[in-house]
DNA sequence: AGTATACTCCGGTTTTCCGCTGGGTTTTGT
DNA sequence: ACAAAACCCAGCGGAAAACCGGAGTATACT
């Protein structure tokens, strides 16, 4: 139940991103981790993955960066924590059905848990939090007036 | 996303404890661990902390052992691992407030996947643990026959 | 062509946490 | 008194998370 370091770093570069998708100009690792104060070379790894994933593309040398590979508002946050965590793989994923009955029961709410918590993280798309933070970037605007 | 060794030990453990709710008759530690292959050095952590946070209550001495001190169609599920994961005590549980814009916009998606997990965990208790498991029992039975 | 800029690949390091173990103390029933 | 249990505290090993570095490679710009 705990967001990591990991799954934030990347929704804030996918943010970023998804911010100049309309423009075609590639956006450099340099320039994110800047941004949101993130070490860079750790965002390379994360970008690295979610480049394999198919979430970003990226354009080498000079001039270049990365890009979203699709539209915003088609990338659900729970595409990106899959991605992120699809990497590190769990082959060795118990089921737990060689397990006796009580753990059996015990596994079966917790895919129930998780379920619950994956119709949240499909329902929202990168573009949703871009809209949400304008939305309150305006708010607070107001405010200030 | 992950069910831990540690709730699923404490949550096998309080099942056991909750099967013998009716009599006062203690259960230990060894025998628990023993029945559900438990490290019981470990279990021992566990029961401590269940009992720091009121779910079970135990008794010192030769004939000692630990009781649920609360009836099993009282305890919830997500009781049960607000307990464990409280003892851990994150108290420097940074709420994202002081972050940025986008970072607080994570947070507050989070907050409702959270919610969304809670709200499964909540409305399984103890009981409903038990009845689920004696009623796969019975039907493992009758396909035996 | 040459150079600067950026990603890419691969590996190493540090830190943190989980699962687990051991030693010694205190309480209680017989 | 003795044994059986919970209690308390402290540490350890491995794995994963978070992070750094270096050498290589592709690309743009001049």
Redesign the interface.
């Given at each position: 139940?705990e967001?990591s370091s990991k799954s934030?770093y990347a929704?804030?570069a996918l943010?970023h991103l998804a911010d100049r998708y309309q423009d075609d100009e590639p956006l450099q690792i340099r320039q994110i981790a800047a941004d949101?104060d993130i070490p860079d070379r750790y965002l390379e790894q994360l970008l690295a993955t979610l480049r394999r994933g198919g979430l970003v593309k990226s354009q080498r040398g000079a001039k270049g960066g990365y890009l979203l590979s699709r539209a915003p508002w088609s990338i659900s946050?729970l595409d990106v924590l899959r991605c992120l965590?699809g990497a590190d793989a769990n082959l060795a994923d118990n089921n737990g059905s060689d397990r006796?009955?009580?753990?059996a029961?015990?596994?079966e709410?917790?895919v129930?848990?998780?379920r619950?918590?994956n119709?949240?993280?499909q329902h929202?798309t990168l573009q949703d939090?871009k809209d949400?933070?304008d939305a309150?970037?305006q708010l607070d605007l107001m405010y200030y007036i």
């Open positions: 139940m967001l934030e929704l804030l943010l949101q946050l965590e006796n009955l009580e753990s029961i015990i596994y709410i917790w129930e848990v998780d619950a918590a119709d949240v993280l929202y939090l949400r933070r309150r970037k």
